[in-house]
């Protein structure tokens, strides 16, 4: 049986992974100080024999007994209203936290997956993004800690692959929605559901013409898997090609929901990408991976949970 350690296990993307990883037969060792995650996203797997968690913050030393196959790096704030709010948690998660993980896959002899993000490519000039792209990054601009956090995270793993000899791995996540997000997170799926289903106006930011790419979190997690078993170390971009403008997908959660909500347009947010889509021919070339959920269907299951969530937490900030 493989041992694994997902950092942020109990955030949204982090449980579904924890999910999977017991599902494939591993022993699962949560680690998360619940600063953006949520106890009780991981509260079902609490009771399973193969399962743990360890509240710890992993920008402090990390210790483990036992043997570690696999270390999966998921801690950080990941919303724009998260870390706006925590800026200095974010850097640190993505240098000290990466360190610090890094340093116990070197001293377990594990295998190490880092997740990344589209937003190490900023506001991108070349479209759809590459992995081979470098990026067009405002290191100085209120976004830019959680996007230099993700960049230096991606050097300091690859520093430990090539000095140490630490067998690692990098996803590059784009957009990804689903089950078990924050209604009031800040990111766009979240806020246009729980808008809708209050019957708010939904806030489109600028023109809601720039573009996303949306990923439903099996599609995502079935990425992952793959590279954490493949072979392959330089970074790969996991995430759905199908492109559609802010102003579409508000209209399409309006038809979805059946809200009569309007559409209110507030000013587009400093270094706010204008575009955003994956090329994902390695991810197919490398992995034999490309998204099965289509966004209507992905959307449906992801209403669904909000519809109930926000009925059993009526007045609930979050």
């Given at each position: 049986m493989k041992n694994a350690i997902v950092t942020g296990g109990a955030g949204f993307l982090g449980s579904h992974l924890c999910e999977r990883l017991l599902e494939e037969g591993c022993r699962v060792t949560c680690i998360d100080n619940m600063v953006t995650g949520r106890p009780r996203n991981i509260e079902h797997l609490l009771g399973l024999d193969n399962f743990r968690l360890i509240r710890h913050d992993v920008t402090q030393p990390i210790e483990v007994a036992g043997e570690v196959d696999y270390i999966l790096h998921f801690a950080s704030p990941a919303?724009?209203?998260?870390?706006?709010?925590?800026?200095?948690?974010?850097?640190?998660?993505?240098?000290?936290?990466?360190?610090?993980?890094?340093?116990?896959?070197?001293?377990?002899?594990?295998?190490?997956?880092?997740?990344?993000?589209?937003?190490?490519?900023?506001?991108?000039?070349?479209?759809?993004q590459p992995e081979s792209y470098w990026g067009n990054v405002n290191p100085v601009g209120p976004r830019g800690v959680y996007d230099e956090a993700k960049r230096f995270a991606e050097a300091m793993v690859m520093a430990y692959r090539r000095v140490h000899s630490v067998d690692t791995r990098i996803v590059r996540i784009f957009n990804t929605f689903g089950p078990r997000m924050r209604p009031r997170d800040g990111r766009v799926v979240p806020t246009f559901i729980q808008q809708a289903l209050a019957g708010e106006p939904l806030s489109v930011f600028g023109d809601g013409s720039q573009t996303r790419s949306f990923c439903y979190v099996d599609d995502l997690v079935e990425g992952i898997w793959r590279l954490l078993q493949s072979d392959f170390p330089e970074p790969v971009n996991i995430g759905n090609p199908h492109e559609m403008t802010i102003l579409q997908f508000a209209e399409r959660i309006l038809e979805l929901t059946g809200s009569r909500s309007e559409i209110a347009f507030k000013p587009l947010?400093?270094?706010?990408?204008?575009?955003?889509?994956?090329?994902?021919?390695?991810?197919?070339?490398?992995?034999?991976?490309?998204?099965?959920?289509?966004?209507?269907?992905?959307?449906?299951?992801?209403?669904?949970?909000?519809?109930?969530?926000?009925?059993?937490?009526?007045?609930?900030?979050?």
């Open positions: 919303s724009p209203m998260d870390y706006l709010e925590l800026p200095i948690q974010t850097l640190k998660v993505g240098s000290l936290g990466t360190h610090n993980t890094l340093g116990l896959a070197k001293a377990k002899g594990a295998r190490y997956l880092l997740a990344s993000t589209s937003e190490v490519y900023g506001d991108p000039l070349i479209h759809p947010p400093e270094d706010d990408p204008k575009t955003r889509q994956p090329d994902i021919t390695r991810a197919r070339e490398i992995l034999g991976w490309e998204p099965k959920v289509d966004t209507p269907a992905g959307l449906e299951r992801t209403i669904g949970y909000f519809r109930e969530r926000l009925a059993e937490t009526a007045g609930d900030p979050e």
